[in-house]
Every structure is written in structure tokens, then in C-alpha cells.
């Protein structure tokens, strides 16, 4: 099962987040997802767990639970829906987007 894990304190880290999960049952990854330009944490993570009853009962003891002054929320990651917001898949530089009849 992935869970969605937000709300991390920003000095968390991958380690980190796997042994909070690692006292559920196996983990097979833990990530705390990093901004790309600062290479700092963005808040929040995703855990992958593959025994479906350890995971529900780690989401359920976990979410609500305070790690480094703050309050986690943990819940069953959900797919990602319709696009992204930042126009990823688009393209607007083709030979159809702009300018076709102008010269």
C-alpha cells in the first residue's frame, strides 16, 4: 500500500520517515519529497508499504500523531487525477499553437 504522509517537519528525512513506519511492518521505500530548485523538503512524503493490514493500522495509529513539534497527517495515497497545474503535457510550441497564418 503507498501512504501519503504531510505535514513533515522539514529536518525529516527519508531514514526518518521509514523507522517511524518500520515499527508497523516492512517498508519497502520511504521518500520525503524534495523541491528541485532549494533541494530542501517540501513537507511531505510517501511510504510503501507491502503487507495491506500493517499499513492500515500504521495510517491509522500514525495520522494526527505530533513528529518534530508537528502534527502529521497520514492517509492512503491516492493516484494522481487529470493534469498538473504547472501545464506539464502541453505543448504550446508547435507548428499549430501561434503565428500559423502570420508570415
Not at 513539534?69 to 493534469?83: F, L, Q, S, W
Request: aromatic share 10%; hydrophobic share 30%.
Amino acid at each position: 500500500m503507498n501512504i501519503y504522509v504531510s505535514n513533515l517537519s522539514f529536518n525529516v528525512q527519508d531514514g526518518d520517515l521509514r523507522e517511524f513506519f518500520a515499527a508497523y511492518g516492512e517498508v519497502s521505500s520511504a521518500k520525503v519529497i524534495m523541491d528541485k530548485m532549494t533541494s530542501q523538503s517540501r513537507g511531505f512524503g510517501f511510504v510503501e508499504m507491502p503487507d495491506d493490514a500493517a499499513a492500515k493500522k500504521a495510517i491509522t495509529e500514525l495520522d494526527g500523531s505530533t513528529v518534530e513539534g508537528r502534527t502529521i497527517k497520514v492517509n492512503e495515497a491516492r493516484p494522481k487525477e487529470g493534469g498538473s497545474s504547472r501545464g506539464e503535457g502541453r505543448s504550446y510550441n508547435n507548428a499549430n499553437s501561434y503565428n500559423k497564418n502570420r508570415y
